[in-house]
């Protein structure tokens, strides 16, 4: 009888788990693209009929495919395919087929003239003599773009009539970078595994890698490197090659390139070669008949993605040669195919130069920093590397913290094209826990002023070239995995989202972003969307006050990088430690980088590093990054550092608990699927925010010797309990 009843409750659960809700179930897996019902007062001029003027290719049907999926959803009918245009007919066309009927073609083709390869032109016209809805642009892959941005204004809520939109992206290279391993783990990945399933490829296409494309296609993402910047030889192995072949060509309509991860050692691995020196002359004929190999099977790939003498990666400095000899040998096999190398700025010193470097550590300029090891190493390379090169650099000069300056580098090499390296994932702003919208952090160091030879010129514009015609790039390090709603929660997605934004048009205001993707990801309704945009735009600026406010970093566990653990001082290097990142003591906190400390800031031009070299025109908020300070130096709001130290801890913390009732008075606004998913993460954030406070303020406390200011709840266990806690099976850590 027990045996019964319990078969019943576990039919009765499966039996509600599939009650369909409404239409389609919100699980996540349709992104931004969800096409639901427009009201009725929005149907008005909506097309029900499409027109794709000249011959058709992939790409256009991809195009018209996303139409008629869209209206299906948008309208809840087919779009018919006409032959000829009738009232309201989207037509379809590149500039070379502008029909002639249309009465403003001579306008359209010169609009289009501005609008190069990518761009695209939507607006109303009239074709023999009746009104249609436009989509028109130079190349096939315009107009998919085109195409999806006019879905995402009906989605946004914009009438048909009123949409006109004129659009080409600002830099020619707007790249994913999957850090996925060929067991489809994923490092740093907090989504489940790789979408990419190595093992089934490539005979086994999993339909998911077109949803990919059309996600990434609706944001101009036009590159993806398959996997890890940590490389296996393998990845060159013929099998290997097959299988992105196999990926590349169901990205290629999607105007997505694939590009590769590779490990600089492979021909010596695969003992092909006695050696991977770039000047060995074997060397470079492997690598010739490599890439050869490759473009055979993949015509239009992208290249290669290098990280090179960083964290243990071999690379050509192995053989007494510097990053640009070993990025143009790359680069010369590549050449004949148009291929690029994406060489990584990310590197340090060696763990012997480093304690090298640290032994003079009284002599001023002379403290070891980190932070200052990628600029030696690159910007005397500055005009070295080969026309196919790009120097890939992180947003900041140490590891993805939840705030660093920008990376010096971006004011400091004006002869070589550089790509800017987001990491989409939040490897260290709560995983995919706490919900971080990172748009206003990837505006605030795309806008960070590198007073390049004295004049403005934000990080957004030397990418773009702006000031030697040195074109860039962007790479987003993925937050895509197995997950069904893709990012492992729904608020990643937005992330996914604004770095495809930005990485179209820089230039586009994170605020802006939130909103219209919350328009489509719920609904374009104001009471939801105030509120959701609110929660995400205070969102980042949260998690940085309750794990590294006013410039701290570096504080997170070891490995992991899972929660708090400013105690860390016993790695084998000391540039891993966290102590070595706050210093503090009885006599203050902070790492001094101005010209007493390590002087790194002489990195960034005369102007910025004057304004970043006293603690009087540096921002609060990033006081710490540069400038080691007793606990009682007095903050413009009054307060002692110490105070203010413990008000930020206290205010990130808080900025959660309001996240987290804003959210709450959604409940009547969100399908109750996500409402639960986003409830349940915010209270799992609360409960880390409070874990990231107490332990830090409980170790800032023991290292300052001060008692908590008046008032100020202390911390729920002693600092022995935080130092206690471990993580073994913490995800993306292989
Ligand atoms: C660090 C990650 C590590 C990456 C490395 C990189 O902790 O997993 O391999 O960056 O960017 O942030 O190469």
Request: glycine residues 8%; aromatic residues 10%.
């Amino acid at each position: 009888m027990r045996g019964l009843l319990r078969w019943l409750r576990a039919a009765l659960v499966l039996a509600v788990a599939c009650i369909p809700m409404g239409a389609v179930a919100e699980d996540g897996y349709q992104l931004w693209l969800r096409y639901r019902p427009l009201p009725d007062a929005q149907r008005a001029h909506v097309p029900d009929s499409i027109l794709a003027v000249g011959v058709t290719s992939p790409t256009v049907e991809a195009a018209r495919a996303e139409l008629r999926r869209g209206l299906q959803g948008l309208l809840g009918r087919e779009l018919a395919l006409v032959p000829q245009a009738r009232a309201n007919t989207l037509v379809l066309a590149r500039g070379a087929d502008l029909p002639a009927a249309l009465d403003d073609a001579p306008a359209v083709r010169a609009a289009l003239r501005q609008l190069g390869n990518e761009g695209y032109l939507v607006r109303r016209a009239r074709l023999n003599g009746v009104p249609v809805t436009l989509v028109a642009a130079n190349a096939d892959i315009g107009l998919l773009y085109g195409s999806f941005a006019w879905l995402r204004q009906l989605q946004l809520g914009t009438p048909a009539e009123g949409i006109a939109l004129a659009s080409r992206p600002t830099l020619p290279l707007r790249v994913l970078n999957h850090w996925d391993n060929l067991d489809r783990s994923v490092e740093r990945g907090y989504a489940g595994e790789s979408i990419w399933n190595w093992w089934e490829l490539p005979g086994i296409l999993d339909p998911r890698y077109l949803d990919y494309a059309r996600a990434n296609a609706s944001l101009g993402i036009n590159g993806t490197v398959l996997n890890n910047v940590n490389a296996k030889a393998e990845v060159l192995g013929a099998p290997f090659i097959a299988k992105a072949a196999a990926v590349a060509g169901l990205l290629r309509p999607y105007g997505i390139k694939v590009y590769l991860s590779v490990r600089w050692s492979t021909p010596l691995e695969l003992k092909e070669t006695r050696s991977a020196d770039p000047l060995d002359p074997e060397v470079a004929a492997w690598w010739k008949r490599k890439a050869d190999e490759i473009y055979r099977s993949i015509p239009d790939f992208g290249g290669f993605l290098v990280k090179a003498n960083s964290e243990g990666q071999p690379g050509p400095q192995d053989y007494g040669r510097n990053h640009a000899d070993g990025a143009n040998m790359l680069a010369r096999a590549l050449a004949p195919h148009q291929g690029i190398v994406m060489w990584r700025a990310f590197v340090y010193a060696s763990p012997e130069e480093a304690r090298a470097a640290s032994k003079g550590k009284d002599a001023p300029g002379a403290i070891h920093d980190r932070a200052t090891e990628a600029y030696a190493q690159f910007q005397p390379l500055d005009g070295k590397f080969d026309k196919n090169v790009l120097v890939q650099v992180k947003n900041g000069a140490i590891d993805f913290q939840p705030r660093e300056p920008a990376h010096p580098l971006f004011g400091a090499m004006p002869r070589t094209p550089l790509m800017m390296e987001f990491q989409i994932t939040k490897e260290y702003l709560g995983f995919a826990t706490h919900l971080a919208y990172l748009g206003p952090m990837f505006q605030e160091t795309l806008g960070f002023d590198t007073r390049i030879g004295g004049r403005s010129l934000s990080v957004a514009q030397v990418v773009r070239g702006e000031q030697a015609g040195r074109v860039g790039g962007i790479a987003g390090v993925a937050n895509i995995g197995s997950s069904r709603n893709w990012s492992g929660s729904t608020f990643d997605q937005a992330n996914w989202y604004a770095f495809g934004r930005l990485a179209w048009d820089q230039g586009l205001d994170s605020r802006a972003i939130a909103r219209e993707w919350a328009a489509q990801t719920f609904s374009p309704d104001r009471r939801l969307l105030d509120p959701v945009t609110d929660i995400m735009m205070r969102s980042r600026e949260a998690v940085v006050d309750y794990m590294t406010p006013l410039g701290l970093h570096h504080l997170m566990g070891t490995g992991h990088h899972h929660g708090p653990a400013p105690w860390v001082d016993n790695l084998e290097r000391a540039d891993w430690n966290p102590v070595y990142y706050h210093r503090a003591g009885r006599d203050g906190i902070g790492f001094d980088r101005g010209p007493r400390g390590s002087n790194a800031v002489a990195q960034y031009a005369p102007e910025v590093a004057r304004r970043f070299a006293s603690p009087a025109t540096t921002p609060p908020s990033l006081l710490l990054w540069f400038h080691r300070l007793p606990w009682d130096h007095r903050m413009a709001s009054g307060r002692t550092l110490w105070e203010e130290l413990v008000a930020r801890y206290d205010h990130g913390v808080a900025e959660v608990a309001a996240m987290q009732a804003e959210w709450q008075r959604l409940r009547p606004l969100v399908d109750a699927e996500r409402f639960e998913e986003v409830a349940q993460r915010l209270a799992q954030q609360h409960r880390e925010a409070q874990w990231w406070r107490d332990a830090c303020l409980a170790y800032f406390q023991q290292a300052s010797g001060l008692p908590l200011p008046a008032g100020v709840r202390p911390p729920a266990q002693p600092l022995e309990h935080y130092r206690s806690l471990s993580f073994p099976y913490a995800p993306g850590h292989g």
